[in-house]
Antibody, heavy 120, light 108 residues
Framework: QLQESGPGLVKPSETLSLTCNVSGASIIRSSYYWGWVRQPPGKGLEWLGS???????YLNPSLKRPVSTSVDTSNNQFSLKLTSLTAADTAVYYC??????????????WGRGTMVTVSA | EIVLTQSPGTLSLSPGQRATLSCRAS???????IAWYQQKPGQAPRLLIYGASTRATGIPDRFSGSGSGTDFTLTISGLEPEDFAVYYC?????????FGGGTKVEIK
């Protein structure tokens, strides 16, 4: 199971920090990437980035601003940091698991999502 | 970046009818690395199909996928009440991963 946690409300220009807790499996299983996908209200899905426990990070180049993701193996969690927030970053943020059989596999397990609103 | 265009935007059908959803890619998709997801209101997406035509674990056989190259189709043969939802296609395999804009299947 995956469970996101985050601040809910963030001010414009601030940094968003989200954490995804992984339960029922070890995050250091070498055969998985751990990813982030977001969905603005009423809109479609956007991949933000994926990370492997070894430290390999893959980010969506379309974001065009500093984004980072990392793994905390001691707590079986992974995290996302998104900087310079604007109202356009208001969305439900999902964490999800993907295998490595095909390179980046489809997302087969998802968290329930956490709503983040960017507003002063 | 490969852009995925889904059509139609909305499909209005009755239970029992067949739904045909399209996903067109701006470039050829390597190895047919297309997945389909179902999303219901307030829920996370659920993986239905990968490899363009392989059903994920536990997915009923009324869901089928087909296609190759740039044109892919998700077919739901005989809509059940729980199938009314939004469906997304996704390109996977290498970065950047991209999603289509979605098709909403609504009750007519």
């Amino acid at each position: 199971q995956l469970q996101e946690s985050g601040p809910g409300l963030v001010k414009p220009s601030e940094t968003l920090s989200l954490t995804c807790n992984v339960s029922g499996a070890s995050i250091i299983r070498s055969s998985y990437y751990w990813g982030w996908v977001r969905q603005p209200p009423g809109k479609g899905l956007e991949w933000l980035g994926s990370v492997h426990y070894s430290g390999s990070i893959y980010l969506n180049p379309s974001l065009k601003r500093p984004v980072s993701t990392s793994v905390d193996t001691s707590n079986n969690q992974f995290s996302l940091k998104l900087t310079s927030l604007t109202a356009a970053d208001t969305a439900v943020y999902y964490c999800a698991r993907q295998g490595m059989i095909f390179g980046f596999d489809p997302f087969d397990i998802w968290g329930r999502g956490t709503m983040v609103t960017v507003s002063a | 970046e490969i852009v995925l265009t889904q059509s139609p935007g909305t499909l209005s059908l009755s239970p029992g009818q067949r739904a045909t959803l399209s996903c067109r890619a701006s470039q050829r998709i390597r190895s047919n690395y297309i997945a389909w997801y179902q999303q219901k209101p307030g829920q996370a997406p659920r993986l239905l199909i990968y490899g363009a035509s392989t059903r994920a674990t536990g997915i009923p056989d009324r869901f089928s996928g087909s296609g190759s190259g740039t044109d892919f189709t998700l077919t739901i043969s005989g809509l059940e009440p729980e199938d009314f939802a939004v469906y997304y296609c996704q390109r996977y395999g290498d970065s950047p991963l991209t999603f289509g804009g979605g098709t909403k299947v609504e009750i007519k």
